[in-house]
């Protein structure tokens, strides 16, 4: 079997540092993006099976730029996971505008313009197809307080990923993949993570700047094993559309599933009270 190509953003630390390394381990190929790859080092990587390429999610042409340069390279792209991203902490009336609007810019529309372009390669190489791997968060199915910007980010992905893998045909081979992380000792939670710049007094029983520093490398999760989690699910032939990763996120997810459980349950009658009457469901 000839080796799987792999892109993917963000790679000078966390996951998608690790995801490299397992890679070019395992045999594949791979494009390891940044916005400065030139820092990029990586150990067993050779002109043959490693191409580093600036890569900035927020700007279109560098987007292009880096697929172009994929696909000339190594002929086809299998694999794009979009790794980039990171955390704004901060109580939402603290968070300024521009922190909020640049969220969204870098883990949401980022995101959806590297789909973007993924999704056209895939669908004219041939063989046509590939699998697209959104890293999105515990945080995409459950909202966690201080981050409520950071999750509205993560449950777009979510939403849109859904949607978009009823769109496709099947005969374009593209699969998605949402993957769920939970926390993990990387630097998400450390240098990575911008905070609230101007706190709102009224918010004087929270301190997520604080909160988030004594949590920082206390995660139960190994960024290498997550890692290879994402690799496992990028070497499947149906890969599924979610997958939790970290034992706390799945604990915290079986939670959720439960209560909305409950709760759908509880209004049961609200919720199917407002039909036409006489109205009959299409079979």
Known sequence: MSPRIFLITGTSTGFGNEYVKIILEKGDYVVAT?????DLKFEGATDDNYLAVDLDVTDKSSIDK?????VKKFGRVDVVCNNAGYGLGGE???LADKQIRTQMEVNFFGLIDVTRKAMSVMREQSPKGGIIQQVTSIGGQIGVPTFSIYCASKWAVEGFTEAVQLEVKPEWNIKFTCIEPGGFRTDWAGRSMAFAENKNPAYDHIDAKKAMGERHNTQAGDPYKGAEVFYELGCMKDPPLRCIVGTDAYARLQKKLETYSESSKKFEK???STDVDGYKAPS
């Open 34 to 38: 940044a916005r400065k790859s030139s």
């Open 66 to 70: 880096a697929f172009d340069a994929a």
């Open 92 to 94: 939402f009336e603290s």
């Open 270 to 272: 609200l919720s199917n």
